[in-house]
């Protein structure tokens, strides 16, 4: 178990690597842009800099860079003057919120209907659901998004289309929702709940028809499998007969729920801008615009961090419900 | 009916409505099982007996479909019973031991939680743990080294011959009227073959239950059953008790059959093999199904034979004995 939490580190050594390079050898000066573009003074340029190293070569402030990382300092963003793990904490439960929102939705409704549609095999049901997983997966996210947008805000009027709502008189964790929960803030939390609707809908839809298809072809895999048939003749029956199906199905559907989680996380990118979103896909995307190198840096470690350990949840999952894995 | 019937079947198809056609898997098959005995089915892969013996309590999964028949245990036809009545049958009166030990155990379960909650199943009475200490009582019967030990391993810890003993475990679990072994030793290794099968006998003699023998291989035949059924191409073509059959059998296939391997009771020159190979079941031959391979083949062979009685305890289906 802790021999695998450490093969997280090349991980994370990794991902810091590909993203500073990717990040720095774009042909631009950020210096001369963070100190205030081109008629900043030469002299704030170089302090610029001298403070992000920028005059030492690429290799050096790397290792400086992987070193300030792990000892905690994720440097200052050049943007907003703040340290970028003060930004990440202030936005991040924005971006937590919806995808665990969404998250909940792709598995609310991912799951019932594939079970559906393994039940209701090779009839038009099962048809339907194929069809809305093809459209779930090639239909593009803002697309999509502006679509709902035009439906429930434009045209009916239902939905607020932008902005995260309001905070609850008390906030505790920053998940809004939540919070409204834990205050009793129901005014708060209805207002909550109508803003989080089209970002969380349009983030679910696109995983959805791959959890119900994994769903669907899990269930009939595990009902065709010989110990199924072997359970049916031992008579077992209603709950006892599928206690079998629905923890050998799980296996999979773990997998496949930890990936999409993974998902939910970079596609809050798009879905964060075109609903206002203030999350980290907003943070990162402004970051990228102002060529605000810790503030980029910071955003994909948050994610990567959260995505590895989404991953290390999902093998202890496996752990638990299969003894033939061991970590 | 003998006195002594525990089991009769009554003229059973099973047809598979494939894209490809009809496949008659099973074409009117008659026959009985009698109390404590064990009835051997032997013929060639696909010829019909796994299908036919899951047929008996209705486990057949489409495309396949029972299309007539009766299956009479203890007077009851369970072809025409409610599917709940049916699944108090399986695993309680009549249990199934099946070919690849592999397979049938759920991989994230333990050995005795199959045991026990096969118990369970058909006894909901009993607690948990009266249940876990019966499995482990049966662990011990079907000779289960460290039976506690054993009951909390997955089957993935266990070897094929001790997963097969948790099968033969779940099998006799409720003391069943007839144990169903479809190929028991198929998957394991030679020397485990003759342990379980041994084990299978003495089951059986222990709980007077009556056991159906799926094989295809007469040495096991030779040395356990009672009595033989030979089946070709979804149909009975003979029916011996054991010593008639290898002694004296009637059926041009089951002569070619018994020709194709060393014979404990006859000594042969140099074995043979059956001429061509097992018909297309969709479009099978007319008449009698193995004229195309028959080295006696008749003009009357274009039309079916029956099973007709042609000493006590010996039926066969051939126009060469039409009397």
Redesign the interface.
């Known amino acids: 178990m802790i021999r695998r939490a450490l093969t997280f580190i090349p991980t994370i050594v990794g991902v810091l690597i590909l993203t500073f390079v990717i990040s720095h050898v774009i042909p631009a000066d950020p210096a001369r842009l963070w100190a205030g573009g081109v008629k900043a003074r030469p002299e704030i340029i170089e302090l610029m800099r001298e403070k992000y190293h920028l005059n030492l070569p690429i290799h050096e402030q790397l290792v400086l860079y992987i070193r300030d990382v792990f000892t905690g300092n994720w440097r200052e963003s050049p943007m907003t003057k703040r340290p970028v793990l003060v930004d990440l904490a202030e936005y991040f439960p924005a971006t937590a919120e919806l995808a665990i929102v969404a998250g909940l939705i792709q598995i609310a409704l991912g799951i019932p209907l594939g079970l559906l549609a393994a039940l209701k095999r090779d009839t038009p049901v099962d048809h339907l659901i194929r069809v809305l997983a093809l459209i779930g997966v090639s239909a593009p996210a803002f697309w999509l998004a502006i679509a709902l947008q035009w439906i429930f805000y434009y045209s009916l009027g239902l939905l607020p289309a932008t902005s995260r709502g309001i905070p609850p008189s008390q906030t505790y964790t920053g998940l809004y929702i939540f919070d409204s929960l834990l205050t009793g803030d129901w005014n708060a939390l209805v207002i909550n709940l109508r803003h989080i609707a089209l970002p969380s809908l349009t983030l679910a839809f696109t995983g959805l028809g791959i959890i119900a298809r994994v769903v669907r072809n899990t269930t009939l895999d595990v009902l065709s499998s010989e110990f199924m048939d072997f359970a049916e003749a031992r008579g077992l029956s209603g709950a006892k007969f599928y206690r079998h199906v629905v923890k050998n199905s799980s296996i999979p559907i773990v997998t496949i729920a930890g990936l999409e989680f993974g998902m939910l996380l970079s596609g809050a990118i798009v879905i964060e801008t075109v609903f206002s979103w203030p999350g980290i896909g907003l943070y990162a995307v402004n970051a990228i615009n102002s060529l605000d190198y810790p503030a980029i840096m910071g955003s994909t470690l948050l994610i990567s961090l959260i995505f590895i350990a989404v991953n290390f949840i999902v093998d202890i999952a496996y752990a638990i419900i299969d003894p033939r894995v061991r970590l | 009916m003998y006195l002594n019937t525990l089991l009769e079947v009554r003229d059973l198809r099973v047809y598979f409505y494939t894209y490809a056609g009809v496949v008659r898997a099973v074409d009117g098959v008659s026959f009985s099982v009698r109390k404590g005995e064990i009835l051997c089915i032997v013929g060639e892969t696909g010829c019909g007996k796994s299908v036919m013996s899951?047929a008996l309590?209705r486990?057949v999964?489409p495309p396949g479909r029972i299309v007539s028949g009766e299956v009479l245990f203890d007077g009851i036809d369970l072809l025409k019973l409610p599917e709940?009545e049916l699944?108090?049958?399986?695993?309680?009166e009549i249990?199934?031991v099946?070919q690849?030990p592999g397979?049938?155990?759920?991989?994230?379960?333990t050995a005795g939680f199959?045991v026990a909650?096969?118990v369970?199943?058909?006894n909901s009475s009993m607690k948990f743990n009266e249940v876990w200490g019966k499995a482990i009582r049966i662990f011990r019967e079907v000779l289960i080294p460290d039976p506690e030990a054993k009951a909390k391993s997955?089957p993935?810890e266990l070897s094929g011959g001790m997963k097969q003993r948790v099968?033969i475990a779940?099998a006799i679990a409720n003391t069943p009227k007839l144990i169903i072994a479809d190929e028991p030793t198929t998957a394991l290794d030679v020397t485990v073959q003759a342990q379980v099968m041994e084990l299978i006998r003495s089951l059986k003699n222990k709980y007077n239950s009556s056991v159906m023998l799926i094989t295809h291989n007469l040495g096991v035949v030779a040395e356990v059953c009672d009595r033989v059924i030979v089946m070709y191409a979804g149909k009975i073509v003979e029916v011996a008790l054991v010593e008639e059959l290898f002694t004296n059998p009637l059926h041009p296939y089951t002569q070619g059959l018994l020709e194709a391997v060393p014979n404990p009771l006859r000594k042969v020159e140099r074995l043979r093999s059956i001429h061509g190979s097992v018909p297309n079941m969709i479009d099978l031959p007319e008449g009698c199904r193995f004229n195309p391979r028959c080295p006696h083949k008749l003009q009357l062979c274009n039309k079916e034979p029956e099973l007709v009685e042609y000493s006590k305890d010996h039926l066969v289906s051939c126009w060469l004995y039409k009397r």
Not at chain 2, 87 to 92: A, C, D, M, Q, S
Request: charged letters at 30%; hydrophobic letters at 20%.
């Open positions: 899951r309590t486990m999964k709940k699944k108090k049958i399986r695993g309680r249990s199934y099946y690849d397979s049938v155990l759920d991989p994230l379960y199959h909650e096969t369970l199943t058909h997955y993935h099968v779940t």
